[in-house]
DNA sequence: CTTTGTGCAAAGGCTTTGCATGCTT
DNA sequence: AAGCATGCAAAGCCTTTGCACAAAG
């Protein structure tokens, strides 16, 4: 080795990944990665679609993106508020409202709790129609 | 016309299908068209995967099924104890709780409430570590 | 200079579909 | 006899992977 280096690295700045968190950044709700990718093309970009399902799984792996999985099971992206939330998600126009439910937490420690579980990830996004849409 | 049915048809009674609805009652947990199928094979049956997959699809759009999208997105089906509730699955075991959590109704309806949402599914399940898995 | 990221195309895995045949009604 | 169900194989879709080249550190 010629140089020993201690710090973690962390992944390279680089035009692609500025592009791509660029692009997520701009989503006003989820999208899957060949979404994101069709939107980068329109505008321009030539990023290649391998590179975006790379690259969205990493900033997802580092907590800088949430992903979901829609009701036809593609993974979906989105840049979140920080703290813990969930989304609830109208299933006709895919408006999304982030909701913030302590009670939620709550009874999730205590399912852990009364059976013996631990660790439990709660991905819970809540399908519904909005009013607008009720509406109609 | 040669004559004038009302009634509304239904699924025919076919050997396929019965055979499938007892590998699905036999379930423990929730299982994947495919791992049904494989445990129908290894137990001399040769129905046809896309006939599991159908099959599967019409019992759950019958509602004599509960589908639900596990963690690598694949959907799994399993016959459920009647009234609502939810599951608490172990990932590494696989081993799963029913549980009803009456709380967590009342939020949903809360929720809608407040956002202005209507018929909100909560297709919710907890994916966790059990006691004995976490024990390892 | 070394290592990681990117592109392209091919491969993979799960699921759906087309079509001819068989079975239910 | 008429029509849905089944099987098989092919097609589809989303996603991942292999490999050579480019770029970052």
Redesign the pocket.
Known sequence: M?STDLTP?G???????AEIRRAVEELASFA???EIHDRMRHNGS??????V???L??MAGGGQLDSIRNPD???AYRTCSPGHHHHLICRTCARTVEVTVPQLEQLVRGLAADHGFSRIDHEVEFFGTCADCAAR
């Open positions: 010629t690295a992944p390279r700045q680089t035009r692609q990944r899957t990665a060949q030539g990023v290649g679609l391998a590179t399902y790379r690259t799984q990493s099971g593609q993974v």
